[in-house]
């Protein structure tokens, strides 16, 4: 299994409130996404970084910034919970451009 | 762009009968697919991929899925099903030249004794 953990495994929370959600890799690649899995939407990109310092927004991006000062670590912010928010979060990492992605055990976020 | 359109939110199939997941896809450039499994509470697990060369694509846990570029499919089969294979299924698209996929919604799959 390639090494990424992410933190925490699980969190509830309150609306208005600030969250970080953390993913580590051990596998040094250089890309890492983080997604959000809802029913009946699948995976949909939040953000990704291609290197330190570099990252991109995916398609539903508002609400949520990310950064990026290690290779091996990639927060995810939401500054501001809302309920909309409400979700299983994923972290996910590849090495190569069209190579596939390995997908960490996930977040489970309730937001009240 | 690219973009993946899967066939059916919930198939049903008895154990040892076929299993058949259907995914089309939509790429301005030639595609790279993917079919990945979740099982409950995990993350996704890669089953098998496309990129280039052979079309027919075997994978792990006996399934294997084809890349028809006439009919835009990638469709995922395995002969027989396990109770092990209650899960839920996702095709997947990217470009050779670039990193970010597009996943399908899914597609649970029960296995009935």
């Known amino acids: 299994d390639a090494g990424i953990t992410q933190s925490p495994r699980h969190k509830v929370t309150e609306t208005g409130t600030p969250v970080t959600l953390r993913c580590h890799q051990t596998e040094n690649h250089r890309y890492m996404y983080w997604y959000r899995q809802d029913p009946g939407h699948g995976l949909r990109l939040i953000h990704y970084?291609?290197?330190?310092?570099?990252?991109d927004k995916g398609e539903v991006s508002d609400g949520y910034s990310v950064s990026r000062s290690k290779t091996e670590d990639f927060l995810l912010t939401l500054e501001s919970a809302t309920s909309s928010q409400t979700s299983v979060y994923f972290c996910a990492i590849s090495g190569l451009a069209g190579d596939e992605q390995f997908f960490g055990p996930g977040t489970r976020l309730t937001v009240l | 762009a690219q973009s993946v359109t899967q066939l059916g939110s919930h198939v049903s199939v008895s154990e040892g009968a076929l299993v058949l997941l259907r995914c089309n896809y939509s790429?301005?450039?030639?595609?790279?697919l993917f079919w990945y499994v979740q099982y409950p509470n995990q993350g996704l697990q890669l089953l098998l991929k496309?990129?280039?060369?052979?079309?027919l694509v075997k994978g792990i846990n006996g399934f294997e899925a084809e890349f028809k570029k006439s009919e835009t499919s990638f469709h995922l089969t395995k002969p027989s099903a396990h109770m092990s294979d209650a899960a839920e299924y996702f095709c997947?698209?990217?470009?050779?030249?670039?990193?970010?996929?597009?996943f399908g919604a899914g597609t649970t799959v029960t296995v009935r004794a």
């Open positions: 970084s291609y290197g330190v310092k570099d990252t």
């Open positions: 790429s301005s450039v030639p595609p790279y």
């Open positions: 997947a698209v990217s470009a050779s030249n670039d990193y970010k996929l597009s």
């Open positions: 496309y990129t280039t060369g052979a079309t």
